[in-house]
């Protein structure tokens, strides 16, 4: 009765926290074969033997190993969505409010340095986990797109290609920094990456037909 009085009060059964536990246990143990030996290389065998579980356990939570990086990928991608729409709620950037945010992004990277070296190796042999990975992107660039068009007054499609600028050249600078470990100063590489945002998200718009002009 005590179990079903506290399903109904929306709090988790010992049985949930259990599964919840073996899970989160299961995706830790993937995370280190995973480094370990690379995403294509290691097997469910590896996997079960970091978590101290035993196959059958794998498959009560998983179907395959890419199942693992998904749900990391998408985990992820909610979190770095928060970030961006956090980023996205005020005014027009200023240095003193990006500067922050930027410093948060590096720790976050950080922190989720093995997921996202995990998911790079998953993309190039997983179809799914590339599809999922480009929808992410798409989410993340449509959100800084409405803000870009909302700050400075772009037009939609060359908002969406500055957010896209921006966005790609930040993951592709933390990776070579955060993931592959490509040694910079932390306070410079910050300071140069925030000049650079506000130069792309200052430079004056062009309209198309002026475009064409030049």
Do not use: C
């Not at 299961?26 to 978590?51: C, H, N, Q, S």
């Amino acid at each position: 009765m005590a179990q079903k009085a506290e399903q109904k009060g929306g709090g988790l059964t010992l049985r949930d926290e259990q599964k919840r536990f073996t899970r989160d246990r299961l995706i830790a143990g993937a995370l280190v074969a995973f480094e370990r030996k690379g995403y294509a290389a290691a097997t469910i065998d590896d996997i079960v033997a970091e978590a101290n579980a035993s196959r059958a356990t794998f498959y009560l939570h998983f179907k395959r190993k890419a199942d693992v990086v998904l749900v990391l990928a998408k985990a992820r991608s909610r979190d770095w969505r928060d970030l961006y729409r956090d980023l996205a709620s005020g005014g027009a950037l200023t240095r003193e409010r990006l500067y922050p945010w930027l410093d948060a992004m590096v720790a976050n990277y950080e922190d989720h340095r093995a997921s996202v070296q995990a998911t790079n190796q998953a993309i190039a042999v997983e179809p799914d986990v590339a599809e999922v990975n480009l929808a992410n992107w798409q989410g993340s660039i449509a959100v800084m797109a409405e803000s870009i068009e909302r700050w400075y007054g772009a037009e939609p499609e060359e908002a969406r290609v500055r957010a896209a600028l921006l966005l790609s050249q930040l993951d592709r600078f933390f990776q070579l920094w955060i993931v592959s470990g490509l040694s910079f100063d932390r306070e410079r590489a910050i300071g140069e990456l925030t000049d650079q945002w506000l130069a792309v998200l200052r430079r004056r718009n062009k309209s198309p037909a002026k475009r064409k002009e030049h």
